[in-house]
């Protein structure tokens, strides 16, 4: 079974086409990077709020830029994005060419900036778009009392939409791949139809003229002040892009280990190791039949037996439960769910996770 698809896969003799493998391994790279600084952000914002706190509330923009900054760069020098020359990949416009052009040679002005734009502003406003859900879904869920405005009602039916849109979203990417895999399109990928441009990759005399260019770069010499400059800000960028090219393996395994180390399971590890004895939980004044039972999974809503949706802790007792079972359980009852102790609306307390 495996020869007899091999060839969906592998890319024949002669072929200038990376095949499905190389080319959805460089969208992760990208798709990977993002996570990983924001990853470390949040270790350093966790260390010391006041001094990098900028930064977590920022990141966004400041990651876009450095992203512009990067593709602009690589665009210009390798005429690829930054994960495309990470896999000897080079991007040129989509038509008959019988001579294809040398990576050094740059792409055109037209598909340049369509690429820029596609490799830098689709992400951003995709994950600007994700965070928007987000939040509004939270706000739907802790919105008690039905949306009496327009505006209520037209972000609930923009909620109610959104998983289809995505769902057509990637689709759209999915279908495109199927069509490259077997041949079918010159694109894996939407976004490279749009820029008018495929991927094919870097030959023997790609390699050798960019070898020159890189060589012919740190040998000239010149006293005008623009090209010091200029010749300053390329430096600063090619520095910027080889740190990340060859830094990239130990960054993973670093960030990997922050990750271990940050995780809620060595952070338990190390409170039961270091810190005090843990007090018992409340006693239970009620044990009737209406009284709710604790759930073995311990982010399940003891009421409604879900996981719980925006977590809510009652002060007099501890425990935690959805916002809305809660509070209707409360209005109604005048009681904790688990202890029966005493308790009046006032003693919700809304627990809030350090991503919102």
């Avoid at 900028?54 to 690589?74: A, K, M, N, P």
């Avoid at 923009?158 to 041949?183: D, H, K, R, S």
């Avoid at 079918?184 to 003229?209: N, Y």
């Avoid at 190791?273 to 999974?297: F, I, V």
Wanted: hydrophobic share 40%; glycine share 4%.
């Amino acid at each position: 079974m495996a020869e007899l698809g091999a060839h969906l896969t592998a890319p024949s003799a002669g072929d200038d086409r990376p095949s499905i493998f190389e080319a959805v391994a460089q969208d992760s790279l990208m798709a990977a990077v993002k996570p990983a600084l924001q990853h470390l952000v949040k270790v350093l914002v966790e260390s010391n709020p006041g001094r990098y706190g900028f930064l977590w509330h920022w990141f966004d923009e400041i990651y876009v830029l450095l992203d512009l900054l990067l593709q602009q760069h690589y665009l210009t020098r390798c005429s690829a994005s930054f994960s495309e020359n990470f896999y000897t990949l080079k991007r040129i416009p989509t038509g008959d060419h019988r001579q294809q052009p040398l990576a050094t040679a740059g792409l055109p002005k037209r598909q340049h900036w369509k690429s820029l734009l596609l490799l830098v502003l689709v992400p951003y406003l995709k994950g600007k778009l994700e965070k928007l859900v987000s939040s509004l879904r939270e706000e739907d869920e802790y919105s008690i009392h039905p949306p009496s405005s327009s505006w209520k009602r037209f972000y609930r039916a923009f909620l109610a939409a959104y998983p289809f849109v995505n769902m057509t979203w990637e689709g759209w990417f999915l279908i495109q791949q199927l069509c490259y895999i077997l041949g079918k399109a010159q694109h894996h990928s939407p976004m490279l139809r749009l820029a008018g441009v495929r991927l094919v990759r870097l030959t023997a005399e790609d390699m050798q003229a960019l070898e020159k260019k890189l060589a012919g770069a740190t040998a000239s010499q010149t006293h005008s002040i623009k090209t010091q400059v200029q010749s300053a800000v390329r430096k600063a960028l090619a520095g910027i892009a080889f740190s990340l090219s060859t830094g990239l393996s130990i960054s993973v395994f670093f960030l990997q280990f922050l990750d271990w180390w940050y995780s809620s399971e060595n952070q338990e590890t190390i409170k039961s190791l270091t810190a005090l004895p843990t007090p018992p939980p409340p006693m239970h004044l009620d044990h009737g039949a209406g009284s709710a039972l604790l759930p073995k999974l311990k982010t399940m809503c003891p009421l409604c037996r879900k996981i719980r949706v925006n977590a809510t802790a009652l002060s007099t007792s501890g425990f935690v439960f959805c916002y809305r079972c809660v509070y209707n359980y409360v209005k109604t009852h005048q009681r904790c769910p688990i202890t029966g102790y005493a308790t009046e609306l006032q003693h919700l307390v809304k627990l809030y996770s350090p991503e919102s």
